[in-house]
């Protein structure tokens, strides 16, 4: 239940402002940490879990998922550990969100235009359009600003779109996942528990 709450916390600060609190994962990494050190003695549970986390962190270094990413996938492998039909409880969890964001990718892209998308995954959206779902992308495939800026991705997002001439611009889908996480641990949840 404290991974809901967390996660909970997690997902509205995602929503909101794109960007999660330290102080999120401050207090719900140790937290789960010791509340599985107090409750389980296999560890075994924890290596595909390990596995995910680092292919997570891989993947958000290199863009293709946002940073506090693999933070919320530790927070399920930790919280999800126990065994279910001879797999870990987190493994359905983390298959879950992934298949709920794919969704929720093919619905935003659907029968959106990328004929001579500069990059994969860009798509020709009018202006207005713009915000924290859609990350406007230059001519030449680059983002039209830096992704570890410092402020806030709203100001960003306005300052593109002032600079970037036209109705409209190529812009990449970039959905929070930690929504998707936590409806999945949820559902999970509710289904283990009926």
Do not use: H
């Not at 492998?77 to 969704?103: D, K, R």
């Amino acid at each position: 239940m404290l991974c809901l709450v967390f996660l909970g916390i997690a997902s509205w600060q995602d929503i909101k402002e794109r960007e999660i609190s330290d102080f999120t994962w401050i207090m719900s990494i140790p937290t789960a940490i010791a509340i599985y050190a107090l409750s389980s003695r296999d560890f075994v549970q924890l290596i595909p879990g390990a596995v995910i986390v680092i292919a997570a962190y891989l993947m958000a270094r290199t863009g293709l998922m946002g940073e506090a990413d693999p933070l919320g996938i530790a927070l399920v492998v930790l919280s999800f550990s126990w065994p279910v039909a001879g797999i870990p409880a987190y493994f359905p969890v983390f298959i879950l969100s992934l298949l709920c964001e794919l969704g929720a990718f093919a619905s935003l892209v659907w029968k959106k235009d990328n004929t001579g998308a500069p990059a994969a995954f860009t798509y020709r959206v009018k202006k207005d359009q713009l915000g924290l779902v859609w990350l406007p992308r230059l001519d030449d495939g680059n983002y039209a600003f830096d992704l570890r800026d410092p402020r806030s991705m709203k100001e960003l997002i306005d300052e593109a779109k002032k600079r970037i001439p036209g109705e409209s611009v190529w812009a990449s889908p970039a959905l929070p996942y930690m929504p998707f996480l936590l409806a999945a641990a949820a559902v999970f949840l509710v289904v283990a528990w009926v």
